[in-house]
């Protein structure tokens, strides 16, 4: 009798545990159809439609340049738990690691080919040789990057997250471009406050 009571007690927990932890795997559920900005209250069709990317197809860039669609630039993403971006490499380009703390990220190569990586939280590395057509998921959360590895050429890929704003650390950028102190750096990479100086005098402060 009680151990039955134990076992729907501990079914009842799990289920719980179950629909918090989906809860927190998306974006929050809206209660409307879609959430407008306080400042306006009617909408057209424009207001769902994103055009900053018409034109990025025109000149290819001459170094890693990546596109958003996300709730930055596209307030009507607010509340649907989804944003895109496009990713244009030139030749020998490379998106340094970097992570996507609200969303995992399902890369499509539309143009040319790619190497990619991530790494879980047991530190295995997976790589894989994407060609066009090709398809790979980067789990949330997790470390990765991407490599143009052709010498002549471009690469493009479109990459959509599971998050209206999914963020982005670039570990360049995080560790050596926000201010951590040199010997704090100099210790934790086991070097000297020389190497970690000339590693900062190569990455610009982040723009955000
Ligand atoms: C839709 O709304 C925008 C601005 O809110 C306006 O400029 C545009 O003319 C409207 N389009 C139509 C078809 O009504
Ligand atoms: C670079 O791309 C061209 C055109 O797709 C291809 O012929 C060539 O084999 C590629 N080079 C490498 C090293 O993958």
Redesign the pocket.
Known sequence: MASIFIKHVLVFLVAISATSWMVQASDPDILSDFILPSN?NG?????FTFTGMRGIFNQPPPTFKVTKASLAEFPALNGQSVSLAVLQYPAGGVNPPHTHPRAAELLFVVEGSLEVGFVDTTNKLYTQTLQLGDIFVFPKGLVHYQYNANATEPTTAISAFGSASAGTASLPTTLFATGIEDDILAKSFKTDVATIQKLKAGLAPPKA
């Open positions: 306006l909408v057209n069709g424009s207001f």
